[in-house]
């Protein structure tokens, strides 16, 4: 079973509205942290964001925020007033504290701002 | 955090040859991690780098198509060993800090190298 599921494989945003990637995950771990990083045409990776499983309160850095529902196994990134800039491929990633805290990656989700 | 200068950033290859693509850390870590991107698609780990021993390969990897160096703490190559078109890929090196790795450590990232196999 996948561990990492983002179900959108490409997204097409008008720039200046807010954008929601999804990403759900399967762990029977209680400890187990959660990324998000952005990969722009370049290449490089990006990070982004970070939930532990034990945040009582969805992370939040500059305009990104993840939406954190640990009941439902979802942690989706939030974009708010998008800019040409983010168009970019998305992933989600996620450690758990029993393995080898190895990352376990989604498969990306390709956002594209529209001027 | 950690600063990682990758080289090259892509390359245009002949099938048959090898590539060697170099990471360089601005400082010591523990971890470090060779990636592979096929186009469109997620990473895939291909092996960690394990300083002063042999790298420790993913299924589906080994060691005569990817060998890995790791001379010091700063420091490791990944060879693509005799190309075909189906290596042509993003590489990506990765860091994780000297001082451990939990649920909440960052991997770092190289600037990834694009390699082209004609």
């Known amino acids: 079973a996948q561990k990492i599921t983002q179900t959108q494989p490409g997204m097409f945003v008008q720039e200046k509205e807010a954008v929601t990637l999804d990403c759900t995950y399967d762990?029977?771990?209680?400890?187990?942290?959660l990324f998000w990083y952005k990969q722009p045409s370049s290449g490089e990776m990006i990070f982004l964001i970070y939930?532990?499983?034990?945040d009582q309160q969805n992370a939040t850095e500059g305009r990104y925020s993840l939406n954190f529902q640990k009941a439902r196994k979802s942690a989706n990134l939030v974009i708010s007033a998008s800019q040409l800039g983010d168009s970019a491929m998305y992933f989600c990633?996620?450690?758990?504290?029993?393995?080898?805290?190895?990352?376990?990656w989604g498969a990306g989700t390709k956002l594209i701002i529209k001027p | 955090s950690a600063v990682i200068s990758q080289k090259p950033s892509r390359d245009i290859c002949q099938r048959g040859t090898s590539l060697t693509i170099q990471c360089q850390v601005d400082?010591?870590?523990?971890?470090m991690f060779w990636y592979r991107q096929q186009p469109g698609q997620s990473l895939t780990l291909i092996a960690t780098?394990?300083?002063?021993?042999?790298?420790?390969?993913e299924s589906g990897f080994v060691i005569d198509k990817f060998p890995i160096s790791r001379p010091n703490l700063t420091f490791s190559t990944l060879t693509v060993s005799n190309m075909s078109p189906e290596d042509s890929s993003i590489y990506l090196c990765?860091?994780?800090?000297?001082?451990?790795?939990?649920?909440?450590?960052?991997?770092?990232f190289g600037q990834g190298t694009r390699l082209t196999v004609v």
């Open positions: 762990t029977s771990d209680p400890s187990y942290g």
């Open positions: 939930q532990g499983s034990y």
């Open positions: 990765s860091v994780e800090p000297v001082q451990g790795v939990g649920v909440n450590t960052e991997a770092f």
């Open positions: 990633a996620m450690r758990e504290g029993g393995s080898n805290y190895q990352l376990i």
């Open positions: 780098a394990n300083q002063g021993s042999e790298a420790t390969y």
């Open positions: 400082s010591q870590v523990t971890m």
